[in-house]
């Protein structure tokens, strides 16, 4: 069996960042799977139900926007995919499935500290059908914590915007200062640090 590893979030200047981990069937319909920055909003949903439904064990990951700052966002993308294989051998197990993992794949240049084979690959994201997956439920599970976000702080927008650097995100930022779930390493643009004042 193949896991898939992937993470979203990494670009944003608020929220945490998450992971997914998730191993497929022989006879999972990929056809369904794509690059999940390149599916429309429909196809993703669609494709999360399906992953959902009839992956053999899939898992989410997070790292919140404090261990962002603590320890880099390239760390706390690989903390989250360790995460998020850790909590797919706890669905597994839930689920008495047995899982026989003989390699990972993760999405970009690096790899997490997981017990199994992990290899990098650039834009696995786009042509491994595991990473496409985690991929998919990466983003959806993001996009709705960020939703949820956008009701408690419903002065930053983020619910429109998902904690990205747009023009509305930081011109709230400059109007009402950090949010709780800022990300405070981050600066918000090139001629602005993003909490220098």
């Known amino acids: 069996m193949r896991c898939g590893l992937d993470e979203?979030?990494?670009?944003?200047?608020?929220?945490p960042v998450c992971a997914a981990a998730v191993v497929l069937p022989q006879d999972f319909p990929i056809e369904v799977l794509g690059d999940?920055?390149?599916?429309?909003?429909?196809?993703?949903?669609k494709a999360r139900v399906i992953i959902y439904q009839q992956a053999v064990a899939w898992g989410?990951?997070?790292?919140?926007?404090?261990?962002?700052?603590?320890?880099?966002?390239?760390?706390?993308?690989l903390l989250a995919m360790e995460r998020a294989f850790y909590a797919m051998l706890s669905y597994a197990a839930s689920m008495n499935r047995s899982l026989?993992?003989?390699?990972?794949?993760?999405?970009?240049?690096?790899?997490?500290?997981?017990?199994?084979?992990?290899?990098?690959?650039v834009k696995a994201d786009g042509s491994v059908p595991e990473v496409m997956a985690a991929s998919i439920l990466a983003k959806t599970a993001r996009d709705r914590m960020m939703e949820r976000y956008g009701w408690i702080y419903p002065e930053y927008g983020f619910e429109q915007h998902k904690g990205y650097p747009t023009k509305l995100h930081r011109s709230r930022i400059l109007q009402y200062g950090p949010s709780p779930?800022?990300?405070?390493?981050?600066?918000?643009?090139?001629e602005q640090a993003l909490f220098d004042f």
């Open 8 to 15: 979203a979030g990494r670009g944003p200047l608020a929220g």
């Open 36 to 45: 999940s920055k390149k599916l429309s909003l429909a196809q993703r949903e």
């Open 60 to 77: 989410i990951g997070w790292a919140s926007a404090a261990e962002i700052d603590k320890i880099n966002i390239l760390q706390a993308s």
């Open 100 to 121: 026989d993992i003989s390699e990972a794949v993760a999405d970009g240049l690096y790899t997490p500290h997981i017990p199994v084979p992990c290899s990098a690959l």
């Open 181 to 190: 779930i800022q990300r405070l390493s981050f600066s918000i643009g090139p």
